[in-house]
């Protein structure tokens, strides 16, 4: 038990790092953002509200009295965002850029499983 708490913690806060920062940066967008999200074809507006979204769904992640539904809706949106972000890459050439959402989504697959075993 107190194994499966620290796997399920550890991913739980990698992820939440990763999106709550990868949010603030599609707020903010930072110098050079705008070069980068024009390469893959999508309007700036996408990033800013995708950044919310994602500040949101972090914090429903580490939160304990949120609901299995919304948690499991978290999930879900970063699911479909660390898969079409390795797509988007993908689909301009960018093979490198594909390898950290997909690392990414396996620590997110490791927190989900885990998730059950210590949230009751």
């Known amino acids: 038990m107190q194994r499966d708490n620290i796997i399920y913690w550890a991913t739980t806060l990698i992820i939440f790092g990763v999106m709550m920062l990868g949010g603030v940066m599609d707020i903010v967008q930072p110098e050079g953002f705008a070069e980068n999200v024009a390469s893959l074809g999508y309007p700036l507006y996408f990033f800013t509200i995708l950044g919310v979204f994602k500040i949101i769904g972090s914090i429903l992640l580490v939160v304990p009295k949120v609901s299995m539904k919304l ?50």
């Open 71 to 120: 948690k499991e809706l978290a999930y879900a949106g970063f699911f479909f965002d660390l898969v079409y972000a390795a797509l988007s890459h993908g689909a301009i050439g960018e093979y490198a850029k594909i390898l950290p959402p997909v690392a990414f989504l396996v620590i997110l697959a490791v927190s989900y499983k885990y998730k059950n075993k210590v949230i009751s």
